[in-house]
């Protein structure tokens, strides 16, 4: 019996780790994107809120979860743009061009909210995505079930990974980005244009962050609430960071993450007697604490945050 | 083919600094019809209300500066870090600490004599709010740690914090609720004017801005600051420890953004509860931006949003358009702020190919 409950444990916790993981590894690929190519986008927590929004706005109109993720992925795609327009066209602070549309979207995420579903008592809900078996993987035991019963979204986020990393490190798409990441000047002289790769990377970037909000709330969740994201945005910049700009690195940190986030929600439910935003804090925690180790030596793309005007040379 | 070009310009004259602000807010109201107009509001009323809400009486009007002390406070938390480019975006974290000093502090300085305990409590929410701020500055200067995400996570730290003490061992004996205890009547803040709640936490958000446009135009640090923020690597090739300016920066930083916490729990609320602060370190952000990080110019912008917040409540009660607007407004007016502060340095021409 004890042993019983052990493996359902941890595969109850192995399940977690992949759900909670895959929001942050949507979001994490798409700033690995606009980073690489030099933009911090600061913009994530909301474009991931309005993506979350607007999708369950979608799937709760039309009853289709995939026009929902579609919707998500588009709301992602203009927010990249205006990002793109802010700091890469007019050259405007990346910090505060991005702060400033995370407050734009996250004031608007609830406008439009509210407007069209006023203020109810009992959020309104639609039917969240089902969980797939993949067959034989998920009847490994013990770790099989949980690894292995997941969202497609769940999937797809890990397919993502490797084809980010070839797209950055073996394409020369992504020879591109990362020259107009480390050397714009280089890269103008070779007649890449450092504007254009520099907004579709934000454009791209931005409908990855937004099929990361979407997941919350169609697959983790089935309602939207206000904080659904809760930091995650912020908590994938920090895993850009701990993963040294690497995607495979950066889903790694984005797991460690899920294990903990799915660890505080396991031992709630254990009802032990602390407090259960004491769970809730650790994964911030644990992330500064991550930060901390691996900060000194990380490799920064060397004109991340520096807007590049072509006309300042020329006089 | 048409394009953008972005060239440098000659500086341009002093009111143009004033002017510009000024163009970026009447843009912005122009532009609030968008929203106004999707949320079905009949355009004149929702103006209308929206001032006769935030001006219209004298309740309202001193209703608006009660609104004004948080964010005029976090507005010049903010403007004083991004000067020294300290990404302080924690203002919300250092508000709540401040917050949570004060109520501690609050509860359980009954012993002592009165007309000390406001001073303790404010010294005390004033080095709570400086301490959390002081964590990332460290982790920056010493561990290289990213002041945006350090900053930014440690807000969520501190709400669960906060989260745990409330469910824990600051909750009110009895309650199931997660709220404290009230403060002793010696720790409220005096109500300044009758028949509203006009209170000292307002002066003492005035007084700030003059104690910061000294120290930035009249002390050596405030040099310093301005000059770390110029350029670190020059500033450390002339001499300064760079590690002690930020350091400083951001305690004060963090101080002020805790003393606008202590605000709002000892002239408003008067025992902490979660949602002691509607995200006014947030709001901080833009108000620094929107006041050019000139601490007069903060002083205007958190009263331009005051004014957005207290109307936008009549607004929504008179005409339906969700009380979010405020915040819609808010984010349109950074973006707007942000184009239109290009214009002073920059010139946009557009040339056809």
Redesign the interface.
């Known amino acids: 019996m004890g042993e019983f409950i052990e493996a359902a444990f941890i595969s109850g916790l192995m399940g977690a780790m992949m759900r909670m993981a895959t929001p942050i590894i949507f979001a994490t690929l798409g700033e690995i994107l606009a980073e690489r190519s030099g933009v911090?986008n600061?913009g994530i927590e909301g474009i991931m809120l309005m993506g979350a929004m607007t999708g369950f706005l979608v799937t709760f109109g039309t009853g289709s979860l995939w026009l929902g993720v579609l919707t998500a992925a588009i709301v992602g795609m203009i927010l990249g743009l205006l990002m793109a327009f802010?700091s890469v066209?007019?050259?405007?602070?990346q910090?505060?061009?991005g702060?400033?549309?995370t407050?734009?979207?996250?004031?608007?995420a609830?406008?439009i909210y509210?407007?069209y579903f006023g203020s109810p008592t009992v959020p309104p809900i639609v039917q969240p995505f089902k969980q797939v078996s993949l067959p034989l993987l998920s009847k490994i035991p013990v770790i099989g079930p949980g690894l292995f019963t997941q969202y497609t979204l769940t999937y797809l986020a890990w397919l993502l990974v490797p084809v980010m990393s070839i797209l950055l490190y073996k394409t020369k798409m992504g020879l591109k980005i990362r020259t107009v990441g480390e050397n714009p000047v280089v890269a103008d002289t070779v007649g890449v244009s450092v504007i254009l790769t520099r907004t579709l990377c934000l454009i791209v970037g931005g409908a990855l962050m937004g099929v990361g909000g979407a997941f919350l709330t169609l697959a983790h969740q089935n309602m939207f609430l206000i904080d659904v994201i809760?930091?995650r945005g912020?908590?994938s910049?920090?895993m850009v960071?701990f993963g040294n700009w690497d995607p495979l690195k950066g889903a790694i940190g984005a797991i460690i993450f899920g294990f903990l986030d799915g660890l505080q929600l396991r031992l709630q439910g254990l009802g032990f007697h602390?407090?259960f935003?004491?769970f809730?804090?650790i994964p911030?925690?644990l992330?500064?604490v991550a930060?901390?180790g691996v900060?000194?030596k990380?490799s920064v793309p060397a004109s991340l945050l520096k807007p590049y005007?072509r006309?300042?040379k020329g006089g | 083919m048409i394009r953008?070009?972005?060239?440098?310009r000659e500086p341009l004259p002093k009111w143009a600094r004033v002017v510009i602000p000024i163009a970026a807010i009447i843009t912005t109201l122009i532009l609030s019809a968008i929203?106004i107009l999707?949320?079905g509001g009949n355009l004149w009323k929702s103006y209308y209300y929206l001032f006769y809400g935030a001006l219209g009486t004298r309740f309202n009007l001193l209703e608006t500066f009660v609104k004004a002390s948080p964010l005029l406070l976090t507005g010049l938390a903010v403007a004083f870090a991004f000067r020294a480019k300290f990404?302080n975006?924690g203002a919300e974290g250092q508000l709540l600490a401040g917050a949570l000093a004060a109520t501690v502090l609050g509860v359980s300085l009954g012993g002592i004599p009165g007309v000390l305990v406001l001073p303790v409590i404010i010294i005390g929410g004033f080095l709570a709010g400086g301490i959390w701020a002081a964590i990332p500055a460290i982790?920056k200067t010493k561990?290289?740690?990213?002041d945006?995400?350090?900053t930014?996570?440690?807000?969520?730290?501190m709400i669960?914090?906060?989260?745990?003490l409330l469910?824990?061992p600051l909750q009110q004996p009895g309650s199931s609720w997660p709220r404290s205890s009230a403060i002793i009547e010696a720790a409220r803040y005096p109500i300044l004017l009758t028949k509203s709640r006009f209170h000292l936490g307002i002066l003492i958000a005035l007084l700030a801005v003059l104690v910061i446009w000294f120290i930035n135009k009249r002390t050596v640090f405030g040099y310093r600051s301005k000059a770390v923020g110029v350029n670190i690597r020059a500033a450390q090739f002339g001499g300064i420890n760079t590690t002690a300016v930020i350091l400083w920066t951001a305690l004060v930083s963090g101080g002020l953004a805790g003393l606008a916490g202590v605000g709002e729990l000892c002239a408003l609320q008067y025992r902490l509860i979660m949602d002691i602060s509607p995200g006014y370190g947030?709001s901080g952000?833009?108000i620094a931006?929107l006041g050019n990080l000139h601490p007069v110019g903060v002083l205007f912008s958190s009263l331009f949003f005051s004014v957005i917040i207290v109307g936008a409540h009549t607004m929504s009660r008179m005409t339906g358009v969700?009380t979010?607007?405020?915040?819609?407004?808010?984010?349109?007016a950074?973006?707007i702020m942000?184009?239109f502060l290009?214009f002073t340095e920059?010139r946009?021409r557009v040339v056809r190919k």
Do not use: C
């Open positions: 911090l600061l802010l066209n007019l050259g405007l602070s910090h505060v061009s702060l400033g549309i407050l734009f979207s996250t004031g608007l609830m406008f509210r407007l809760g930091g912020w908590v910049i920090a960071i602390i407090s935003h004491i809730l804090m911030y925690l992330t500064i930060l901390i900060s000194r990380a005007r006309e300042e | 953008m070009r972005i060239t440098k929203p999707l949320a990404w975006i982790l561990l290289k740690v990213d945006v995400v350090s930014l996570l440690l807000n969520y730290v669960h914090m906060m989260g745990a469910f824990g947030y952000i833009v931006m969700p979010y607007i405020a915040e819609v407004i808010q984010g349109m950074l973006m942000l184009i290009l920059y946009i």
